[in-house]
Structures are given as C-alpha cells and as structure tokens.
Antibody
C-alpha cells in the first residue's frame, strides 16, 4: 500500500524558512517522480514543484522559483521541500504526491494527507 | 506558460443527471491531461489520466475525452457521492498547471 506522510509544517514569520519532509513507502521510491502541490484555505490546487525519480531534474512554479528547493533522498525514501523567504501568500496545505512515471510527465496517482504551513507575524 | 481554464466554476444538478465539465488549454497539450476529484475536507483523487483513461477503481460513470486544447469530464449519472470539486491538470511539461476547479452540487 502506497503511503506518503508529510511533516514539517507549522507557523512561521514572514521571511522565515521551513523544511517539509515526505516519507514514502509501499513502492520503489526512486522509480517515480514526485510533486509538491499546495492548496491555500478555501482555494484551488496549485502545483509547486516536481522532481524526477533520479533527482536529476527539478521544476518550479514561477511563484516559488528562487525561494523553494525540492530534493529527495532515495536511500531514505524521503522527499523534501526547503522553503525560504516565506510570504503570507505561501500559507497553504502542502501535499506530497507521487507521479505515475519516473519523469514528471505523468498524472499524480497518490497524495499524502498534507501539512499546513502558516506564514504570519 | 500554458493556462488551463475550466468551466463552469460551479454547477448544480439532479441525481441521475448527465454532467459535463470542460477544460481548455491555451496551447495544445496532446492528451497529457488528468482529472482529479476532491471531496470536501479530503485529499484529491485521480479519476482519469491521458485524457480518457479511467484510473483503476473509479466508477465507470466517469469518462474523459478530448485532445489538443479541449477536454471534457463527463459523469453519466450523477450520484450523491459525486459532490466534490473537480480539477483538470496538464502534465506534458512544467509548469504542471491545474485548472481553477468546478464545484459540483446536488439540486
């Protein structure tokens, strides 16, 4: 059974940093690309970042480029999102999500339960 | 970047009705399109990928069609458990943009 468990969310001041983690199990982690997707309170889904199965290729939404860094540790089956220079508009539930393929060219077939990030003073 | 536009943003229909949601890409994306269902307070769920392939376990009343720029999600007979917000997403290349969502309610 595929399981994705996010952690690391919380309350942070504007300009601060957080590092989200996603522990994956139930599949061969290194064989699949992974996404971070966020959802602001009462709003729609917003794709944030993606990383290939090998970790060699990374992609970002313009809204987070230069501030967020996606990475993965395939030896520990864990996905990360380092978030710096946080803004109020980054407040959202952040979902870790598995892609159906090793490249990012695939639909997302499993989602974690999400972790809430609140940016406020 | 390619924009994804869904319509309508919300709809209300009777149980048993045929419901159609449209997603339009600002440029062609072949069939690199997925549809997701998000029930209130729940995590999104993949319904359809490659524009028309039903994800395993999804009821057959859901179907998808289209290619290029125009796509459709159809619920052939709306059920109470289909109350949710539906999203399309392009995945041919980054950014992997979602549509704005369509909220489906029961009359």
């Amino acid at each position: 059974e595929v399981q994705l468990l996010e952690s690391g969310g919380g309350l942070v001041q504007p300009g601060g940093s957080l590092r989200l983690s996603c522990a994956a199990s139930g599949f061969i982690f290194s064989s699949y690309a992974m996404n971070w997707v966020r959802q602001a309170p009462g709003k729609g889904l917003e794709w944030v970042s993606a990383i290939s199965g090998s970790g060699d290729s990374t992609y970002y939404a313009d809204s987070v480029k230069g501030r967020f860094t996606i990475s993965r540790d395939n030896s520990k089956n864990t996905l990360f999102l380092q978030m710096n220079s946080l803004r109020a508009e980054d407040t959202a539930v952040y979902y870790c999500a598995k892609v159906r393929s090793a490249s990012i060219v695939g639909a997302t077939n499993y989602w974690g339960q999400g972790t809430l990030v609140t940016v406020s003073s | 970047d390619i924009q994804m536009t869904q319509s309508p943003s919300s709809l209300s229909a009777f149980v048993g009705d045929r419901v159609t949601i449209t997603c339009r890409a600002s440029q062609g994306i072949s069939n690199y399109l997925a549809w997701y269902q998000q029930k209130p307070g729940k995590v999104p769920k993949l319904l359809i990928y490659a524009a028309s392939t039903l994800q395993s376990g999804v009821p057959s009343r859901f179907s998808g069609s289209g290619s290029g720029t125009d796509f459709t999600l159809t619920i052939s007979s709306l059920q109470p458990e289909d109350v949710a917000t539906y999203y399309c997403q392009k995945y041919n290349s980054a950014p992997l943009t979602f549509g704005g969502g369509t909220k489906v309610e029961i009359k």
